[in-house]
């Protein structure tokens, strides 16, 4: 393979839009957004300009209906609600934590579903968004990649988790209203459901539109794109996101990563380690975060932990360390609160941060790695019944 070659999969994104019917405005980047206007009729001339008025309703204010839009005329309202909708996932289902996180199990078009979650802290809080259906990694340690991957999601279904979101949080400010610094939804990372660099340009799109400094305007540093090492598109993240990198890391050696992160046999340790290195937004001030899950008996020795270091010398780097996150049927346990300790104190004695997370949202299944659609489970068990039952096809 061309070190220049795309990297796709066997997979389709959806249009945004049916045959002959309405174009949905969420996730259309501004020059595609003036682009469907001026073909549904709007001047040239006036194109750019009301892109930028339609944009911040959306994106600023949250707003979702046409009639609401007062700085355009009510002929051009009209005209918009015949040719355009304004649509976010549907919200099928919402848990709350006793921790207070959310988990929003959300419905697309096809009628897949993808969950999201939401992640309260002091002073801030983070919305995990998931970039496909299904995953195709198999990471053996990963609940959500026991599914299998069915489609891309678009850019219109990934930033509209993050629209859906601030609707529940009510976080859309009251139109004319002081600016409030105060954020709810502060922090976006690409840690859901899929791998976000197999399918980069709804990525990309979506998060120019959370970036944006007329909508949702948030800061490039406050995005984090979590990535198995999908090796050539890491350079073209960091050209045209600049978001922060995170690397799902989990192992030592190429034996283990194989094992638990199957990605590493197209693509080993040395390969991701050496894209790493050369990663153009990496410094001190902008560090690459290893995700590394520690499983009992399988990565969490001492020598694994002085393995690590080595590895990503000359790296700026810290080191998330995330007990392992059971799920019915897991073939690893999570390693004990010693060995953890243990493992982080290595690290943070050879100069790098070694953060041990704390497990969030685990009585509603929404901590990492544990996201999988409930009714997708239940509708495997309904299946699997009518075919013990010999019903199945009938």
């Known amino acids: 393979m061309s070190a220049n070659a795309p990297i796709t999969q066997d997979v389709h994104t959806i249009p945004r839009k049916l045959p002959d019917g309405p174009v949905n405005l969420v996730g259309l980047t501004r020059d595609a957004m003036r682009d469907a206007l001026i073909a549904a ?9 009301r892109v930028g008025q339609i944009w911040q309703w ?6 979702r209906d046409f009639d609401a839009m007062t700085n355009l005329s009510k002929a051009y309202r009209a005209e918009m609600k015949e040719k355009f909708v304004i649509e976010v996932p549907e919200v099928v289902t919402r848990n709350v934590s006793t921790d207070g996180t959310r988990k929003y199990l959300v419905r697309i078009a096809g009628g897949h579903e993808v969950e999201v979650v939401y992640i309260p802290e002091e002073g801030r809080g983070t919305l995990c968004i998931s970039s496909q259906v299904g995953c195709t990694l198999t990471c053996s340690f990963c609940h959500t990649g026991t599914q299998k991957l069915v489609r891309n999601l678009t850019a219109g279904e990934i930033i509209g988790q993050v629209l859906v979101a601030r609707d529940d949080l009510d976080e859309w400010p009251e139109i004319g209203a002081p600016k409030d610094e105060t954020r709810l939804l502060s922090n976006i990372v690409l840690m859901g ?8 340009e709804n990525v990309r799109d979506a998060m120019k539109i959370a970036m944006d400094p007329e ?4 800061s490039r540093r406050r995005i984090t794109l979590s990535t198995s090492g999908v090796v050539p598109e890491i350079a073209r993240t960091a050209a045209e996101i600049g978001c922060q990198l995170a690397i799902s890391f989990h192992a030592t050696t190429d034996e283990v990563r194989d094992r638990l992160v199957p990605i590493n046999k197209r693509w ?6 050496d894209a790493l290195r050369t990663y153009p937004k990496v410094s001190n001030s902008e560090r690459i975060t290893f995700e590394y899950v520690m499983l009992q008996g399988v990565n969490d020795s001492d ?3 002085r393995r690590l270091i080595k590895l990503i010398d ?3 780097a810290k080191i998330n360390l995330i007990p392992f996150n059971e799920w019915p049927g897991a073939p690893y346990k999570r390693s004990s609160n010693n060995r953890i300790r243990a493992f982080a104190d290595i690290i943070y004695k050879a100069g790098y941060a070694s953060p041990i997370r704390t497990p969030r949202g685990e009585d509603i299944m929404a901590a990492c790695g544990q996201l999988k659609s409930a009714t997708e489970r239940a509708r495997k068990s309904r299946r699997q019944i009518e ?3 010999g019903l199945a096809g009938e």
Do not use: H, R
């Not at 959306?58 to 707003?63: F, L």
């Not at 459901?193 to 980069?200: R, V």
């Open 58 to 63: 959306i994106y600023q204010w949250g707003v």
């Open 215 to 218: 909508g949702i305007q948030l």
């Open 41 to 49: 009729g709007t001047a040239e001339k006036q194109a750019k300009m």
């Open 268 to 273: 080993n340790i040395a390969e991701l380690l």
């Open 303 to 305: 020598e694994d932990a």
């Open 387 to 389: 075919a013990e039952a």
């Open 314 to 316: 000359g790296i700026p």
């Open 193 to 200: 459901m899929g791998e976000p660099l197999y399918n980069f």
